[in-house]
């Protein structure tokens, strides 16, 4: 099935008009022109949530030193000066690496939110995302478009999200979800030491109390159980979570204590009980006399 991602939505005529390979657009386009721009001038999107991957980029520069950059990226004019980078990070990366002083850029004027979701649409379908990633680029276009809506868009943005993407509207409000954890506990997701179901649950909890629970994984070298979770998320959103509760959900004391074990040695025994007495018969004996001091009020 064809998907009509956002970026093609975004008050643009075409795909062509938005990526600028429209022949009729000519260099007084306003906002529609290629531009090499130095490297210096480019700036990383405000809080832009995808990584570079810099081992996985020789062949990427490689390229580059011999052909340039084929694609251009997407920018925008910044008020202070320079041009932030919605598209071609890791191209501008690549082209450092390469020795090269600039890039070829479209440079666009897109207002922040249609610059927020070209920038997601464009890096999203990558196969090496992380969940942490995944969460912040999902958070970031969901409340762009939610902003959108405000201004006269009509429509669930889930449902659109889910249409454009192909992730399920239920997985992607999860991931949405997963983004209010804080840096610390998001990392342990993408490091599988906290189970994703658990991290949407641990984000129910606040500021603090997501750290007390960061801080008793760290300190005991523990991560949460499915029940556990759930059950910092019910406390959390009843406003009944304290530290100490945390402690007792996560560190719960044995429900039952080791037996103890008594034994004697031999020669010990032989003072009191003769070869006739059994193992058996000598554990009766040494019961029934207990009996007897506890009757008499006697405590060990």
Same mark, same amino acid.
């Given at each position: 099935?064809?998907?009509?991602?956002?970026?093609?939505?975004?008050?643009?005529?075409?795909?062509?008009?938005?990526?600028?390979?429209?022949?009729?657009?000519? *260099?007084?386009?306003?906002?529609?022109?290629?531009?090499?721009?130095?490297?210096?001038?480019?700036?990383?999107?405000?809080?832009?949530?995808?990584?570079?991957?810099?081992?996985?980029?020789?062949?990427?520069?490689?390229?580059?030193?011999?052909?340039? @950059?084929?694609?251009?990226?997407?920018?925008?004019? $910044?008020?202070?000066?320079?041009?932030?980078?919605?598209?071609?990070?890791?191209?501008?990366?690549?082209? =450092?690496?390469?020795?090269?002083?600039?890039?070829?850029?479209?440079? $666009?004027?897109?207002?922040?939110?249609?610059?927020?979701?070209?920038?997601?649409?464009?890096?999203? *379908?990558?196969?090496?995302?992380?969940?942490?990633?995944?969460?912040?680029?999902?958070?970031?276009?969901?409340?762009?478009?939610?902003?959108?809506?405000?201004?006269?868009?009509?429509?669930?943005?889930?449902?659109?999200?889910?249409?454009?993407?192909?992730?399920?509207?239920?997985?992607? *409000? $999860?991931?949405?979800?997963?983004?209010?954890?804080?840096?610390?506990?998001? =990392?342990? @997701?993408?490091?599988?030491?906290?189970?994703?179901?658990?991290?949407?649950?641990?984000?129910?909890?606040?500021?603090?109390?997501?750290?007390?629970?960061?801080?008793?994984?760290?300190?005991?070298?523990?991560?949460?159980?499915?029940?556990?979770?759930?059950?910092?998320?019910?406390?959390?959103?009843?406003?009944?979570?304290?530290?100490?509760?945390? $402690?007792?959900?996560?560190?719960?004391?044995?429900?039952?204590?080791?037996?103890?074990?008594?034994?004697?040695?031999?020669?010990?025994?032989?003072?009191?009980?003769?070869?006739?007495?059994?193992?058996?018969?000598?554990?009766?004996?040494?019961?029934?006399?207990?009996?007897?001091?506890?009757?008499?009020?006697?405590?060990?």
């Amino acid at each position: 099935m064809n998907k009509t991602t956002s970026a093609s939505k975004i008050k643009m005529k075409s795909f062509d008009e938005l990526f600028g390979t429209n022949e009729n657009l000519g *260099q007084e386009s306003v906002g529609g022109e290629i531009r090499e721009i130095p490297l210096s001038s480019l700036h990383t999107f405000r809080h832009h949530p995808f990584q570079i991957h810099e081992d996985k980029l020789d062949e990427m520069v490689e390229s580059i030193k011999q052909h340039g @950059v084929l694609i251009p990226g997407i920018a925008r004019m $910044r008020p202070q000066g320079g041009y932030e980078i919605i598209a071609g990070h890791t191209r501008k990366r690549a082209s =450092e690496l390469a020795g090269k002083d600039t890039m070829p850029m479209f440079i $666009r004027n897109l207002s922040d939110d249609e610059a927020t979701i070209v920038m997601v649409d464009s890096n999203i *379908q990558r196969e090496d995302i992380l969940p942490s990633e995944r969460a912040k680029a999902y958070s970031m276009r969901y409340y762009a478009m939610k902003h959108q809506g405000r201004k006269g868009q009509t429509g669930n943005s889930l449902d659109t999200m889910s249409e454009e993407t192909g992730e399920n509207a239920k997985k992607i *409000q $999860r991931y949405i979800r997963l983004a209010r954890l804080s840096d610390e506990l998001l =990392e342990l @997701v993408d490091k599988k030491k906290l189970g994703f179901v658990q991290g949407v649950d641990i984000s129910f909890l606040n500021d603090e109390q997501q750290q007390w629970v960061l801080d008793i994984m760290l300190d005991h070298g523990i991560s949460p159980n499915i029940d556990q979770s759930a059950r910092l998320k019910a406390f959390a959103k009843e406003n009944m979570l304290t530290e100490d509760e945390v $402690r007792e959900i996560l560190l719960p004391k044995e429900t039952s204590s080791k037996p103890r074990r008594v034994t004697f040695k031999a020669d010990r025994l032989d003072d009191y009980f003769d070869e006739a007495y059994t193992e058996e018969k000598i554990t009766e004996v040494i019961l029934s006399l207990l009996d007897e001091w506890k009757k008499r009020g006697e405590k060990v």
